[in-house]
């Protein structure tokens, strides 16, 4: 599956920063994908598959071509790239099964799926989201059961400012 990406060089995007990704507004790019995870699990006595947060990349990233070819079915760039993310989750997860029922499939995502500042059930926090910054809609995969297991990344101390929840002092009282 590895040599899919060296043939269809057309599926690659550089960002900003130089990093090559696999356009993930692209079918082909989920087939590739899907078609690693296959590979795996049919040759090799593994007993999951795990998914780190690196969905959408957070910096300069040029997708508009794809998004153009799809734009009537989305409200907006934002919603498509979100779609295209859990279409790749729930094909994977699918693709686990099919092989393998026992086969474990999860995700490391970003500890803040979203705010409640910017959206309705996030979490009282002000940090950067998995659902604004990676397209990554993990409350959905959870409530939709695509996932065996969620690991969030929570990378901070407690009490760092704008990841931790933003506690009142009641709040906090009713903690002790």
Same mark, same amino acid.
């Given at each position: 599956?590895?040599?899919?990406? =060296? +043939?269809?060089?057309? *599926?690659? *995007?550089?960002? %900003?920063?130089? +990093?090559m990704y696999l356009n993930p ?6 087939? $590739?994908? *899907?078609?690693?995870?296959?590979? $795996? ?6 007993? &999951?598959?795990?998914?780190?947060d690196y969905f959408y990349p ?10 153009? +070819?799809?734009?009537?079915? !989305? #409200?907006? +760039? ?10 790749? $989750? ?17 995700? %490391?995502?970003?500890? $803040? ?6 959206? #309705? ?9 998995? !659902? ?13 059961? !695509?996932?065996? =297991? ?8 407690? &009490? ?17």
């Amino acid at each position: 599956a590895a040599s899919d990406v =060296y +043939k269809r060089q057309d *599926l690659v *995007l550089t960002d %900003s920063s130089g +990093k090559m990704y696999l356009n993930p507004g692209e079918a082909d790019s989920i087939d $590739i994908i *899907l078609e690693g995870i296959r590979e $795996i699990v049919r040759n090799y006595d593994v007993d &999951g598959i795990h998914m780190d947060d690196y969905f959408y990349p957070s910096s300069g990233f040029d997708d508009s071509a794809a998004y153009f +070819k799809y734009q009537d079915a !989305y #409200p907006n +760039k934002a919603d498509w790239r979100r779609s295209m993310v859990t279409t790749l $989750i729930s094909c994977a997860r699918d693709a686990v099964k099919e092989i393998k029922p026992n086969c474990m499939f999860g995700v %490391s995502p970003s500890g $803040i799926w979203a705010n409640a500042g910017d959206t #309705p059930g996030g979490s009282n926090t002000n940090g950067s989201s998995s !659902y604004h910054s990676l397209y990554a809609d993990t409350k959905l995969w959870v409530e939709r059961e !695509y996932l065996d =297991y969620i690991m969030p990344q929570i990378y901070w101390y407690n &009490g760092q400012p704008n990841a931790c929840l933003l506690y009142t002092s009641d709040a906090a009282d009713d903690l002790t």
